[in-house]
Nanobody, 122 residues
Framework: VQLQASGGGLVQAGGSLRLSCAASGRTRSRDGMGWFRQAPGKEREFVAAISWSGVGTYYADSVKGRFTISRDNAKNTVYLQMNSLKPEDTAVYYC????????????????WGQGTQVTVSS
C-alpha cells in the first residue's frame, strides 16, 4: 500500500485546510486510517482515526470540534478537514493505514504516507 498525503500549506490562525490521503497499490479492504502529526522537536502525536465504514471516528482532545476525518472508499482517499486552525497545529501531518480497525497509537499502523507540512501563522 502506498499513501500520498497532500493539501498542506500556510494559513492564518482561524483559517481552514483540507488534507487528503490517497491510497494506491495493493490496497487492503477494511483498513482503518489515521492522521498523526509531528511538530519540530516533538514526538509524533495522534490526531484522528476512522474505521473502514466511516461510521467509527476518534479524535485527539486537542482537535475535537475543529477537525473532521472522513473517507471515500470508492476513491481510496481519506480526508482531514481542519477548521479554526491555531499556531499550535503547525506540524507535518502523516496519514497511516492499519489492518482491520482504527487506533490512536502509531505502532498499530503499518503503512505511512510521506507527510504534508501545515503551518499556521498567528
Amino acid at each position: 500500500v502506498q499513501l500520498q498525503a497532500s493539501g498542506g500549506g500556510l494559513v492564518q490562525a482561524g483559517g481552514s485546510l483540507r488534507l487528503s490521503c490517497a491510497a494506491s497499490g495493493r490496497t487492503r479492504s477494511r483498513d482503518g486510517m489515521g492522521w498523526f502529526r509531528q511538530a519540530p522537536g516533538k514526538e509524533r502525536e495522534f490526531v484522528a482515526a476512522i474505521s473502514w465504514s466511516g461510521v467509527g471516528t476518534y479524535y485527539a482532545d486537542s482537535v475535537k470540534g475543529r477537525f473532521t476525518i472522513s473517507r471515500d472508499n470508492a476513491k481510496n482517499t481519506v480526508y482531514l478537514q481542519m477548521n479554526s486552525l491555531k499556531p499550535e497545529d503547525t506540524a507535518v501531518y502523516y496519514c497511516a493505514a492499519a489492518r482491520a480497525s482504527y487506533y490512536s497509537t502509531a505502532r498499530q499502523y503499518d503503512f505511512w504516507g510521506q507527510g504534508t507540512q501545515v503551518t499556521v501563522s498567528s
